[in-house]
C-alpha cells in the first residue's frame, strides 16, 4: 500500500516521536521501564492513525518486562526509521525536521532530570546513534536534491563554488526571491571526504543569535513587562549596572560595557577577555572547548573592567550586551532562555532545526564538520572541534540552526509575524556604526547594498562554523547560507569569509541579480 503524507501526518508524526521519547525517558526516571516505557514505545503507532501502518513493527508490550530502557529502546527506533524512511520519500526537508524533533526531545529530557539517570543516558546514546546514522545516510545518499522545482541557478551555483576555492571547506546555500527557492552546496562535508555538505544541515550560527535574543526581547516589550528606554538596572539590580543603561542600549550596542570576550581598541591595545580561540588564548580555548562558563561569570568579568564610553556616547559590538539581554529574559520570565525561545519562536514557527544549547556541547546530525589549526610543540596540529562547548560566548552567539530555519525566522521576523509594527520598525532603525555600509538596529544589521538598496542581516561565526542570514526589509526575498572552514587563531579565513558574504550580497540582491 502506498500512502501520501499530508502536513498534518507529517505534524503527527513529528508529535507521536516527541512522545514516544519522552514517555521513554520518564520511564528511565521512575525507574519503571516494564510499565512505563510500554506506552513510549507503542506511541508511535497508536498516535498516528491513519499513517500508523508504516510503523507495523512497534512492541505490543507482552514481552517489555524487566527490560532496561535502553532494551525498550531498540524496540521503538525501528518505529523511528520507518518513519523517517518514508519521510526520506517524500519530503526530505521534512526528514530533518522529524530527526531535529526527536533530537530536541532527547536533549530536554535529559535537561529536564538533571544528572540524567544510567538507564536514561543509554536511551538517548541509542536514539541519538541511530538518528545520526539515519542523517548522515540522508545527506550522503544524494535524497535532498538541489535546486527547488527543477530550476537552474548558474550563478549562485558558481558563487558558491568560487566560496569553496577561496578557503573554506564547504558551504551551503538558500536564497528565496522572485524566481522561488534554490538550495545547493559545494565542498566537503569533511576535510578529505567526497561527501558535499547536507543542504539543510545544522550550524553553529554565531551573532545570528543575537537577532532572534533581540527578538524574544522585543516580544517582551510590546507586552510592557520590559521598557526600551528603561535603566536595565531597574531589572538586574544586583549587578550594580551604571542607570543611564538602557535595554535599548543593549541591543543596540551603545551601553559602552567592555565584551567580556575581549577589546582592541583604535590604538591598538588589546585587553583580554576570557580565553578565545583567537589571538594569544587560542591554545588555551582550545584546551578548555568543553569547559561551562555560566552568564553571571562572564558579566562579572566584563564589570570588572573599565567601560569603553560613556553610555549612549558612541557604538561598539560587544557580547555582554547580549548576556545581560539573556538575564533579563530570565528575570521577567522566571523561565530559562531556552524554554522562552521555544515558547515565543522556536514552537510556533516550526523551526525544529534550531537549538539553543546553553552549555551541551553536541550538535544534532546532518552537519559539516568544525576545525580548529593551532602551534603545539612547534608543529601545526589541525583538529576537528564540532563538538564544542558554546557558553563562552552565550547568548552572544551560541545557537545551532539550518538555512530552512534562518530564512523562515528572518522572512517571519520582517513580514511582521513576530512583533507590532511600531517595534519591528525600531529594531530596523539605523544607528551609526562607523562601519561604511553598515549601521545597527536592535539586534539586526542595516546594510546599505553597493547599488544603493537595503538589506537587513545578521552574520555570525562560531569557530569552523558561520552563517549568513540576509533579508529584503519586508522579509519577500531572502538568502541563507552555512559555512565550513579550517580556523585558526591569526582569523586567517576572515579576509574570504568577508569576500564571500559580498560575493553573495550582490548576486542575489544587487540590480544585476534582478534582471536574471
Known sequence: MTITLSDQDKSTLRIAAYGAVALMAAAGAAGKPHKIATSGSIALGSATGLIGHVLADYPEGT????????????????????????????????AGNFRGTVLVAVETAQTHQGRPSPATAAMARKITEALDAAGAATADSGAVQEAAAGQDRPELRKAIEEIVESGFV?????????????????????????????????????????????TLVLQLVAEGRLGLDIPA?????????????????LLQHTSGLFNFSGEVYDDGTVVPGIPIPYGTTGK???????????????????LSKPARFEPGTGWSYSN?????????????????????MRRRILGPLNLSGTVVPDASPEI??????????????????????????????????????????LHTFVSALLGGKLLPAPLLAEMCTPHPTGIPNMDYGLGVFVVTTDDGGTVIS????????????????????????ALSCVDDAGLSIAAAFQKAQQRLLNEVFGRRAEHL
Open 233 to 249: 538596572a531597574d531589572y538586574l539590580p544586583e549587578f550594580g549596572l551604571d542607570r543611564r543603561i538602557t535595554v535599548r542600549m
Open 170 to 214: 564547504g558551504v551551503s546555500l538558500r536564497v528565496h526571491d522572485e524566481r522561488g527557492e534554490w538550495a545547493g552546496s559545494a565542498g566537503a562535508r569533511a576535510l578529505g571526504g567526497t561527501a558535499k555538505p547536507p543542504i539543510d544541515g545544522h550550524v553553529r550560527i554565531g551573532s545570528n543569535t543575537k537577532t532572534f535574543t533581540a
Open 63 to 94: 514481552d517489555l518486562a524487566g527490560r532496561s530502557v535502553a532494551e525498550i529502546a531498540d524496540r521503538v527506533l525501528p518505529a523511528l526509521t520507518a518513519a523517517m524512511n518514508l519521510l526520506k520519500q517524500q519530503d526530505p526537508a521534512e
Open 458 to 481: 545578521h552574520n555570525g561565526a562560531a569557530v569552523g562554523h558561520a552563517a549568513l542570514m540576509y533579508s529584503a526589509p519586508d522579509g519577500s526575498k531572502t538568502l541563507t547560507a
Open 320 to 340: 555582554t550586551n547580549y548576556v545581560l539581554a539573556r538575564l533579563l529574559i530570565e528575570k521577567v520570565t522566571g523561565r530559562s532562555l531556552a524554554e522562552e
Open 284 to 302: 588555551e580555548w582550545v584546551d578548555n572547548r568543553l569547559k561551562t562558563y555560566r552568564p553571571q561569570e562572564l558579566l562579572e568579568l566584563a
Open 364 to 405: 544534532p546530525e546532518p552537519h559539516a564538520h568544525a576545525y580548529y589549526r593551532y602551534e603545539d610543540a612547534g608543529e601545526q596540529q589541525t583538529i576537528d572541534i564540532t563538538r564544542q562547548n558554546p557558553s563562552w560566548i552565550s547568548t552572544g552567539g551560541d545557537m545551532i540552526s539550518t538555512t530552512q530555519d
